[in-house]
């Protein structure tokens, strides 16, 4: 298995500008998580799916922020107006539904708005 | 609510000296406690988990914790420390029965000198 995947790896954008991240669970894995990491806040996070169902948004940070998953095999966090501070890596992770189950994770996304 | 208390955010100790990271949780009902750790610019690997079943768990690369109900604890130990381990290492909780929503701690940084 590939694992999960994350797309792009990095991201460099303009204040102002639309910025999609976007992630492939593992096959098989019903629960979608989006994290974001930064030095200051450490790894927060921002909503979770299951069965392509948003449980929790309550982490994302305001309206300039949206995810999506339209299937079991694909998902998107939006960002827009991006802001210097959005500036973090944003990590994708899947796991099987189910009490005591682990998460993995994706290699992360570099987002640096200028 | 869940939470995780890192009690330490960086630990340095000495190549083939013991390593302890210490964790305590919050947890209103059973938790289920993994230990994660991340590599500089990578994502995050499991380590171990506990879900209820023997209190000693033992993970990969040599690295073992052990679960103490009474002390609401979940440190992460390890004989002796290479200089591969270097890396931030987080503790992590979910709910048994509250679905797998993962609460992370704030990380310990472990730096192994030689």
């Known amino acids: 298995d590939a694992g999960v995947i994350q797309s792009p790896r990095h991201e460099v954008t303009e204040m102002g500008q639309e910025v999609t991240l976007r992630c492939k669970p593992i096959?098989?894995?019903?629960?979608l998580f989006w994290y974001r990491q930064t030095m200051m806040r450490g790894l927060e996070l921002l909503i979770y799916?299951?069965?392509?169902?948003?449980?929790?948004d309550s982490g994302m940070p305001e309206d300039r922020f949206s995810a999506k998953m339209p299937n079991a095999s694909f998902s998107t966090l939006k960002i827009q107006p991006s802001e210097p501070r959005d500036s973090a890596v944003y990590f994708c992770a899947s796991s099987r539904r189910g009490s005591g189950t682990e998460a993995f994770f994706g290699q992360g996304t570099r987002l640096t708005v200028v | 609510a869940q939470s995780v208390t890192q009690l330490d955010s960086h630990v340095s100790v000495s190549e083939g000296t013991p390593v302890l990271l210490r964790c305590n949780y919050s947890?209103?009902?059973?938790?289920?406690l993994f230990w994660y750790v991340q590599h500089p610019n990578k994502g995050l690997q499991l380590l171990l988990k506990?879900?209820?079943?023997?209190?000693l768990v033992k993970g990969i690369n040599g690295f073992e914790a052990e679960f103490k109900k009474s002390e609401t604890s979940f440190h992460l130990t390890k004989p002796s420390a290479h200089m591969s381990d270097a890396a931030e290492y987080f503790c992590v909780v979910s709910l048994t029965g509250g679905g797998n929503k993962l609460t992370f701690g704030t990380g310990t940084q472990l730096k192994v000198e030689l």
């Open positions: 096959s098989g894995h019903n629960s």
């Open positions: 506990y879900t209820s079943a023997a209190t």
């Open positions: 799916f299951n069965n392509n169902v948003p449980i929790d």
């Open positions: 947890s209103s009902y059973s938790p289920s």
